[in-house]
């Protein structure tokens, strides 16, 4: 699970990587459509309201540069499963990722 922000670095990457994540549809846990971004630094790379399970960004090889190789992906909706389950689980949890994939980009 992520929070609203969840950060990943890649580490001396010289050239463009893709991103591949495998993320469950945030559709079974909100009402409104839930839109996701990744950047790079302060670049936004990619938004999206995730229409099914695999998301694919290219992060150019000058973008990773210049955030030195940190890369964030980002939500604007969360919950708290005490609020809607009756656990006592307080986290604030955005996306459930089941997967990461980054691979250079040819």
Same mark, same amino acid.
């Given at each position: 699970?992520?929070?609203? &922000? +969840?950060?990943? %670095?890649? $580490?001396?990457? =010289?050239?463009?990587?893709?991103?591949?994540?495998?993320?469950?549809? /945030?559709?079974?846990?909100?009402?409104?459509?839930?839109?996701?971004?990744? &950047? +790079?630094?302060? %670049?936004? $790379?990619?938004? =999206?309201?995730?229409?099914?399970?695999?998301?694919?960004?290219?992060? /150019?090889?000058?973008?990773?540069?210049?955030?030195?190789?940190?890369?964030?992906?980002?939500?604007?909706?969360?919950?708290?499963?005490?609020?809607?389950?009756?656990?006592?689980?307080?986290?604030?949890?955005?996306?459930?990722?089941?997967?990461?994939?980054?691979?250079?980009?040819?």
């Amino acid at each position: 699970w992520t929070s609203e &922000r +969840a950060s990943l %670095r890649i $580490l001396n990457a =010289t050239q463009a990587v893709a991103i591949t994540m495998s993320i469950q549809p /945030p559709q079974r846990y909100f009402d409104a459509p839930v839109t996701v971004r990744l &950047r +790079a630094g302060d %670049r936004v $790379l990619d938004e =999206t309201t995730l229409a099914g399970e695999l998301w694919r960004v290219v992060v /150019p090889a000058d973008a990773l540069l210049a955030s030195e190789g940190l890369v964030t992906v980002e939500t604007n909706q969360t919950f708290v499963p005490a609020d809607t389950s009756g656990v006592n689980d307080q986290r604030r949890l955005g996306l459930r990722v089941f997967g990461v994939n980054v691979s250079f980009e040819h």
